[in-house]
C-alpha cells in the first residue's frame, strides 16, 4: 500500500484541474456573497453562489485593476475563469480572469455607482452651483476640434453674442486619455484665468463614446473649478456625471451656446426701448420745469418788486403797533401790581404806626425799650417820633402790676 501526503494529494488533484482544457477557461454565472476588497494587494475575495452551491473565487488586481463598475454583495455577475486548487488548504476555487455583470451592463453600473457617491459628497447639490455670468466677454469651449458639435457652438455663439471672444482649448472626447485631456483643459483655463464661462461637451455617441465625461476626473474637475461650466454632452436624452455636477446642463452643444451668451439682437432691441423711456422721461421733466419757470416769472414779487417791499412794510407798521400795544398792556398791569403790592408794605411799615401818634423808646445802648423793667429812675432814653427823636429822663416808673 502506497501513501501520499496531504500536500502532494493537493497538488496531484490540482494538475488535474488544471490540465483539463474544459476548466482551463469557463464561464460562470452566479451570485456575488462575502465579497471582499484588498486595497494594499489590489486582489478581490468572494465566493459565487446560485440556488444549490456555493464556489469560492479570487479575482488578482492584475484583472481587477480592468473593471469599469466595482463589484458588490447580491450582484449577479457572469465570469470567465479557471478552475483549480488552493495547495495550502485544499480549498478548491476558481480564478476569476473577466467579469460582466448579468442583464445589465458594466459601464452602466459603473456609472449608477458613481453617480451614488458623488451625491452622497453633495457634488450635485444647488447650493454648490454658481450662476452664470450676464454678459461674459470670454468664452471658454472644451470639446472636439473635429465634429458637428464645434461647428454648431461657434455659429451659436458668433450670431448672438458677436462682442464676445471664443477661447477654443481642443481635446480629445472618446478613448483612450479623453478623461484626463478633458480634466486638464478645464484646470487649465482657471488656472490662467482664461474665460469668463465655458462650455464642455461634445456630440452623441452611445454610452461607451461618452464614456470619457462619465469619469471620476473629470466630475472632479469640474466640481473644483471657479469658472461656471455648462455641460453639453451628447443628446437631449443623454444624461452623464458631467452633467450632473455642472452649474448648468444643456440638451446639446447649440443650446449650451445659447445659455452662454446673451441674444446681442434682442439687447439692442433692450436699448432702445429704454431710450425711448429716457427721452420720453426727460421731455417730460424739461416740460414741467419750464412750467414751474412760467409761474414763477408771473409771481407779483418779480415783475413789481415794489410790491413786495411795501406789503412787508405794511406787515412791519401791523406788528409795531400790535408789540407797542402789548408793551403798554404790560406797563399797565405792572404799575397795579407795584401799587398794592406798596400799599401792602406800607400798611406794615413801623413810621405809619409813628404817624398815627405812637412812640419808640431806646436804652442807652439803642436796644428797643419794650418793657419797664429794662430802665430805672434817673436813666436817660430817646424817644423816636415821626418827625424826630426826644432825649428824656427817667422821673418815675409806673407798671401796670402797681
Not at 485593476?65 to 488552493?86: C, H, N, T, W
Request: hydrophobic share 45%; proline share 4%; net charge positive.
Amino acid at each position: 500500500m502506497k501513501v501520499i501526503s496531504v500536500g502532494q494529494l493537493n497538488r496531484y488533484v490540482k494538475a488535474v484541474l488544471e490540465g483539463d482544457k474544459n476548466l482551463a477557461s469557463v464561464y460562470i454565472g452566479g451570485e456575488i456573497s462575502n465579497f471582499t476588497y484588498h486595497y494594499k494587494s489590489g486582489h478581490m475575495y468572494m465566493s459565487l453562489k446560485d440556488e444549490s452551491a456555493v464556489v469560492k473565487a479570487v479575482m488578482f488586481r492584475g484583472h481587477a485593476s480592468q473593471l469599469a463598475f466595482k463589484p458588490e454583495d447580491g450582484m449577479k455577475v457572469i465570469v470567465r475563469a479557471r478552475v483549480s486548487l488552493y495547495e495550502a488548504t485544499g480549498a478548491f476555487q476558481i480564478y476569476i480572469e473577466e467579469m460582466q455583470p448579468d442583464g445589465v451592463g458594466a459601464l452602466q453600473i459603473a456609472f449608477e455607482q458613481l453617480k451614488k457617491r458623488l451625491s452622497q459628497e453633495g457634488l450635485f447639490d444647488e447650493s454648490r452651483k454658481k450662476p452664470l455670468p450676464p454678459y461674459p466677454m470670454r468664452v471658454g469651449v472644451i470639446t472636439s476640434p473635429t465634429g458637428a458639435a464645434v461647428r454648431d457652438i461657434f455659429n451659436v455663439l458668433g450670431r448672438r453674442f458677436p462682442l464676445a471672444r471664443v477661447v477654443f482649448c481642443p481635446v480629445l472626447v472618446q478613448g483612450d486619455g479623453a478623461a484626463a485631456s478633458v480634466a486638464n483643459a478645464i484646470e487649465r483655463f482657471n488656472r490662467l484665468h482664461a474665460a469668463d464661462v465655458l462650455i464642455v461637451g461634445r456630440g452623441g455617441g452611445s454610452i461607451e463614446d461618452l464614456w470619457a465625461f462619465n469619469e471620476e476626473l473629470v466630475a472632479r474637475a469640474v466640481a473644483a473649478s471657479g469658472i461656471p461650466i455648462i455641460s453639453a454632452v451628447g443628446h437631449e436624452t443623454d444624461f452623464t456625471i458631467c452633467d450632473f455636477v455642472a452649474d448648468l446642463r444643456a440638451p446639446t452643444p447649440s443650446a449650451a451656446a445659447e445659455l452662454a451668451v446673451p441674444d446681442a439682437q434682442r439687447l439692442l432691441a433692450l436699448t432702445d426701448t429704454v431710450r425711448g423711456r429716457l427721452l420720453g422721461a426727460c421731455r417730460a421733466r424739461l416740460d414741467a420745469c419750464a412750467h414751474d419757470l412760467q409761474i414763477l416769472k408771473n409771481r407779483r414779487c418779480l415783475s413789481a418788486p415794489q410790491y413786495y417791499t411795501e406789503e412787508q412794510a405794511m406787515r412791519l407798521d401791523m406788528l409795531t403797533r400790535r408789540f407797542a400795544g402789548a408793551a403798554r398792556q404790560n406797563m399797565s398791569v405792572a404799575d397795579r401790581r407795584l401799587a398794592a403790592t406798596a400799599s401792602k408794605l406800607d400798611a406794615l411799615s413801623p413810621l405809619a404806626v409813628l404817624g398815627r401818634g405812637y412812640g419808640i423808646g431806646y436804652d442807652a445802648d439803642g436796644q428797643v425799650l419794650d418793657s419797664v423793667k429794662r430802665t430805672q429812675v434817673g436813666d436817660t432814653v430817646r424817644l423816636r417820633l415821626l418827625d424826630g427823636t426826644l432825649n428824656c429822663t427817667v422821673n418815675s416808673i409806673d407798671s401796670k402790676e402797681a
